[in-house]
């Protein structure tokens, strides 16, 4: 096994890994922001019981994000170090950005929102909550741009091999950054919805207490779900007229502007495969199967009138067993998109095997193994859980459990056990 | 402009290191053993701080490609398994700290504050080998890349490692003494003290070997600067014995930190103006102005991230002023 193939595998592990935490932090923040707003405003506790059941899966999820997240920011230096000597003048800028302006901010107003309940008032307790969610998607969209510019390099120049930057502006207006950005954050909010649903209606089916409190969910998470996979959907095939036409090769086909486009690389790069693997067509394919799938969430929403829905109990079995679709759908989306930029790494400009890091086969393998196995057990570890405090109910979410009143035991378990 | 990228690269590597250095002390420290609740109470002494602490890192590294690309690439690529290292180890205490208290099982907790110890030790000795590296010089060549990684594998950088395993457990618990209940810091505080000659012990060696180390010598381009990191480091570790010893915490706290934050900037002023000191071509050496991105990311960086640094700041000291003081029983704890 060659280094490049090896490097690649890594990319697309980590990549997989981290994306499955993204999409549940992304979704699940937004629904968090609105029922800590709504308690603030209506001071009805319910809501506040809802923000410490849910904000405890969210948090679960984002700190075992944050590993996977710090492999995906060092890998580019590790695997991929022509990357950051050919065109890190330009792609490093966004990532660089989105460090410093998001997640830097983020991590440092979840810590205060995790351990402030009771201590901060609850104004200045929910303005961080919103600069929590506020700084996640400005940290996916600084990540789209960079992403983007590995689709379209746009807005730089190129001076002894290396390229410079000469238009910033360039990269925000980029054809394949806007309909992308709208589609991953809409992807995020189909996946904390259909989550949302699905723990909510698995409480249903087993008829737990807190009848009052999973109805809520549930219809919360089938409207976010249904308004977000016509958004997702929305956003997915509004994408193929700008990606098309800047990137004639990605979806196959036999094209006059892809054939055009190959002939010119093998004038300039010499002879060579321009053509992306099958597998991200079939992947592609696939998604959208799964995208007018779960459409049928719009089906269901009828049902929530009179409770019919959870009175009927198998739309409540319908919606369990559809969590994996979204997850599986996000992944063979990212697929579609990164292997469809092969074999390039910047497309047109840097070809894969040039960014590949000079560093032996063996050290790399060792990498691909432990890395995979170390982030493959923690997401593992993560759905089981947020399986298992999903299950325990909202009897007393212990995120947000006021302290011991004086004269009586402080708390003996962990906020969150 | 990339004296001051240099800089502040400089600056967030030592906050992270200082910052998540008492973490990872912290950690080591659970290798004691003890009663469950006593290792419980240092976790949720961590508690508030602990994410706050690691964004420097990942806001170091950001800087570092953003704004000095080709070392990005270079350095990380260069030391493979001394980063990869670290980046386990920074996963294993992440991920442990969050998970040990998910089972109530209490040999369950001990094995996964065993995870914390093995990776708190991981991370400190792999940023310890990154900074040796810098140090001895890497082996860069005529084409810019740094070849294999034996280079690694010198007694200066396993020594080097393990100074910063010792000086991370003083900080550590310095840290715990400061913010523990007033009974278990003054526990805390007596490790902290016998910690300080272990640590006193390991740079004394570090600077011994590397003072025979050719590599090292023939790499540091101003000996001065060189000879005054040891010291300093001597001065900061006493001082804080000295504080221990006054009963105050917070001072012995402020001189474990510096001596974190000193390597960073004595590392970086002793290397001046290389970054990368190549010990097999010496017109291979990267300065420091060439390791930077051209000037037009530099400015577009300046712009968009330096009006934001006083509130990146301001909103980790208010995270340090909300939660100051010791614990106390009674607060809901988290890890």
Redesign the interface.
Same mark, same amino acid.
């Given at each position: 096994m060659d280094t490049l193939l090896l490097a690649r595998l890594q990319f697309a592990t980590t990549t997989s890994i981290h994306f499955l935490f993204v999409v549940v932090t992304l979704g699940l923040v937004t629904l968090l922001v609105g029922m800590q707003t709504a308690w603030v405003l209506t001071g009805n506790p319910k809501w506040e019981r809802l923000t410490r059941f849910w904000g405890q899966l969210y948090v679960i999820n984002y700190v075992l994000g944050i590993a996977t997240g710090i492999v995906m920011e060092f890998q580019f230096g590790l695997n991929w170090s022509g990357l950051s000597r050919y065109v890190g003048n330009v792609f490093g800028a966004p990532l660089a950005i989105e460090t410093l302006v998001a997640f830097f901010l983020e991590s440092t107003f979840l810590g205060m929102w995790i351990f402030g309940w009771h201590r901060l008032r609850k104004g200045a307790h929910l303005a961080l909550l919103w600069g929590v969610a506020l700084t996640a998607y400005a940290s996916a969209f600084w990540i789209m741009v960079a992403n983007s510019w590995l689709q379209h390099p746009v807005g730089y120049e190129v001076r002894d091999g290396i390229a410079h930057l000469t238009d910033f502006g360039a990269l925000l207006t980029n054809p394949s950054l806007g309909m992308a950005f709208g589609h991953v954050v809409s992807a995020g909010l189909l996946v904390g919805g259909m989550l949302m649903a699905a723990v909510s209606a698995w409480h249903l089916i087993r008829r737990t207490p807190d009848f009052a409190l999973f109805r809520t969910s549930l219809r919360i998470g089938l409207v976010t779900a249904a308004l977000a996979i016509t958004m997702v959907q929305g956003f997915g095939f509004a994408q193929f007229g700008p990606v098309g036409s800047v990137q004639p090769t990605k979806f196959g086909g036999d094209s006059p502007e892809a054939r055009a486009l190959i002939a010119e690389w093998t004038t300039r790069f010499g002879p060579g495969d321009y053509t992306p693997p099958v597998l991200s067509s079939v992947g592609l394919g696939f998604m959208i199967l799964i995208g007018f799938t779960l459409g049928c969430v719009w089906l269901l929403l009828p049902l929530l009138f009179r409770d019919w829905i959870i009175r009927l109990r198998f739309p409540l079995w319908l919606v369990l067993l559809a969590v994996p679709l979204p997850f599986v759908a996000v992944i063979l989306g990212w697929i579609a998109r990164e292997v469809g930029r092969q074999p390039w790494v910047a497309y047109g400009l840097l070809p894969t095997d040039q960014a590949v890091s000079p560093v032996g086969a063996p050290v790399m393998l060792a990498s691909l193994i432990g890395f995979s196995l170390l982030l493959g057990t923690l997401a593992v570890t993560n759905w089981v859980l947020l399986a298992r405090h999903a299950g325990r109910g909202a009897a007393d979410p212990a995120l947000g459990r006021p302290p011991a009143a004086p004269g009586e035991p402080a708390h003996p378990e962990p906020a969150l056990a | 402009m990339d004296l001051t990228w240099y800089a502040l690269l400089g600056l967030f590597f030592a906050s992270y290191l200082v910052l998540a250095g008492y973490d990872y002390g912290v950690g080591l420290l659970l290798a004691r053993g003890g009663a469950p609740a006593g290792r419980?109470a240092a976790l949720t002494a961590l508690?508030?701080?602990?994410? %706050?602490n690691?964004? +420097?890192?990942?806001?170091a #590294?950001? *800087?570092?490609?953003?704004?000095f690309?080709?070392l990005? %690439?270079?350095?990380?690529?260069g030391c493979?398994?001394a #980063?990869?290292g670290a980046? #386990?180890g920074? *996963?294993l205490v992440?991920?442990g700290v969050?998970?040990r208290?998910?089972p109530?099982d209490e040999r369950v907790r001990a094995r996964w504050d065993r995870v914390i110890v093995v990776g708190s030790a991981l991370a400190a000795l792999g940023w310890g080998v990154v900074l040796a590296a810098l140090l001895q010089g890497v082996p860069r060549q005529a084409d810019?890349?740094v070849?294999?990684?034996s280079h690694l594998a010198t007694p200066f950088a396993a020594i080097v490692g393990l100074t910063m395993v010792a000086l991370v457990a003083v900080h550590g618990a310095t840290f715990l003494t400061l913010r523990l209940p007033v009974d278990a810091a003054a526990v805390a505080g007596r490790t902290a003290r016998r910690l300080v000659p272990v640590a006193l012990c390991a740079v004394a060696a570090a600077t011994v070997v590397g003072l025979l180390s050719s590599r090292v010598r023939d790499a540091v381009q101003r000996p001065a600067v060189g000879v005054l990191l040891p010291v300093l480091l001597v001065a900061a570790l006493l001082a804080a014995r000295a504080a221990l010893a006054r009963r105050r915490p917070g001072w012995a706290l402020i001189a474990t930190g510096a001596a974190l934050a000193l390597p960073v900037a004595l590392v970086g002023a002793a290397l001046w103006p290389y970054v990368l000191v190549s010990t097999a071509d010496p017109g291979a050496s990267l300065t420091v102005a060439d390791a930077a991105?051209?000037a037009?990311?530099l400015r577009?960086?300046g712009w #968009?991230?330096l009006p934001?640094l006083p509130?990146?700041l301001g909103?980790?000291a208010?995270?340090w002023w909300?939660?100051r003081g010791r614990t106390e029983?009674?607060?809901?704890?988290? +890890?």
């Open positions: - | 419980r508690g508030p701080f602990f994410l %706050g690691e964004v +420097w890192l990942v806001a #590294v950001g *800087i570092l490609f953003g704004a690309p080709v990005e %690439g270079e350095l990380l690529a493979y398994p #980063v990869a980046l #386990v920074v *996963i992440t991920a969050q998970l208290s998910r109530s810019g890349h070849a294999g990684v991105a051209s037009p990311t577009l960086l #968009v991230a934001l509130a990146l909103f980790q208010m995270c909300v939660f029983g009674r607060a809901p704890v988290y +890890w």
